[in-house]
């Protein structure tokens, strides 16, 4: 199951899971607003829905809480435009990442060997963030957690 930039919520992520859905993809607030290309469609100038919806960390966290009771893979896409949102996606407990505004733009603009060295480049951001963080699989960066910068301080 797929969500098209609004994010799925726990309490929907549960009722999709007792359906018997084996994927969620969360596509939270923070990629395409599809809502802000539907206002684009119909010449509305309504800035409020542009953001509207869940960011993608926080459903990637709050879905993620469900892996106790069912087995499914959990997608986190929206947003998503760099190795480190690939790392941080993972250690919010993603199973896999997506992308879909900046693949595209990178094919427009150098074809498919731009793309292939973007992905190239992501895959090792996120083996450097690895290994800065003492982790030798992704299993065990899924374990690390993330600080947020406030509790730092």
């Given at each position: 199951?797929?969500?098209?930039?609004?994010?799925?919520?726990?309490?929907?992520?549960?009722?999709?899971?007792?359906?018997?859905?084996?994927?969620?993809?969360?596509?939270?607030?923070?990629?395409?607003?599809?809502?802000?290309?539907?206002?684009?469609?119909?010449?509305?100038?309504?800035?409020?829905?542009?953001?509207?919806?869940?960011?993608?960390?926080?459903?990637?966290?709050?879905?993620?809480?469900?892996?106790?009771?069912?087995?499914?893979?959990?997608?986190?896409?929206?947003?998503?435009?760099?190795?480190?949102?690939?790392?941080?996606?993972?250690?919010?407990?993603?199973?896999?990442?997506?992308?879909?505004?900046?693949?595209l733009q990178e094919v427009m603009k150098?074809?498919?060997?731009?793309?292939?060295?973007?992905?190239?480049?992501?895959?090792?951001?996120?083996?450097?963030?690895?290994?800065?963080?003492?982790?030798?699989?992704?299993?065990?960066?899924?374990?690390?957690?993330?600080?947020?910068?406030?509790?730092?301080?």
């Amino acid at each position: 199951m797929k969500e098209v930039g609004s994010g799925i919520s726990k309490k929907a992520a549960k009722r999709l899971l007792e359906a018997g859905v084996k994927g969620i993809d969360v596509s939270g607030a923070g990629g395409t607003s599809w809502a802000a290309v539907e206002l684009l469609r119909s010449n509305e100038v309504d800035n409020y829905f542009k953001e509207w919806g869940l960011p993608t960390s926080y459903c990637v966290r709050k879905v993620k809480e469900l892996k106790k009771d069912f087995n499914f893979t959990l997608i986190s896409s929206g947003g998503i435009s760099n190795g480190v949102d690939i790392a941080k996606s993972i250690a919010l407990g993603a199973d896999l990442t997506a992308s879909a505004r900046i693949i595209l733009q990178e094919v427009m603009k150098n074809d498919i060997n731009g793309v292939v060295n973007l992905i190239q480049s992501w895959f090792l951001t996120v083996k450097r963030i690895m290994f800065l963080t003492g982790c030798k699989d992704i299993e065990s960066f899924k374990k690390i957690g993330l600080i947020r910068k406030e509790e730092m301080y």
